[in-house]
């Protein structure tokens, strides 16, 4: 079974950074689309970043400038550099993709489990 899998969480002091990775892993054919979301307490989920196969990349309004999502193909594993964090950056991250697995040979959405993100002094 596929799994995408999360790392990088933690506290953080505001204007601090912090990397997230999240690597997929199983019988995966091919990998189209990986980003991030993240949800809030109180909030609805909304999309970070997101970055296809080919490197072409989509931030939300907020991060931009602040956040760098990137891939590693070969490793299928995508990233998510985050500087200059804000406590309204406060949220669970979640990894996010859509690829092809071997045993199904269709196109469906995954999801990790999350990892904490905490922006405060």
């Known amino acids: 079974q596929v799994q995408l899998v999360e790392s990088g969480g933690g506290l953080v002091q505001p204007g601090g950074s912090l990397r997230l990775s999240c690597a997929a892993s199983?019988?995966?054919?091919?990998?189209?689309?990986m980003g991030w979301y993240r949800q809030a307490p109180g909030k609805q989920r909304e999309l970070v970043a997101l970055i296809t196969r080919d490197g072409s990349t989509n931030y939300a309004d907020s991060v931009k400038g602040r956040f760098t999502i990137s891939r590693d193909n070969a490793k299928n594993t995508v990233y998510l550099q985050m500087n200059s964090l804000r406590p309204e950056d406060t949220a669970v991250y979640y990894c996010?993709?859509?690829?092809?697995?071997?045993?199904?040979?269709?196109?469906?959405?995954?999801w990790g489990q999350g990892t904490q993100v905490t922006v405060s002094s």
């Open positions: 199983g019988s995966i054919f091919s990998i189209n689309t």
């Open positions: 996010n993709s859509d690829l092809i697995a071997t045993t199904t040979k269709s196109l469906r959405d995954y």
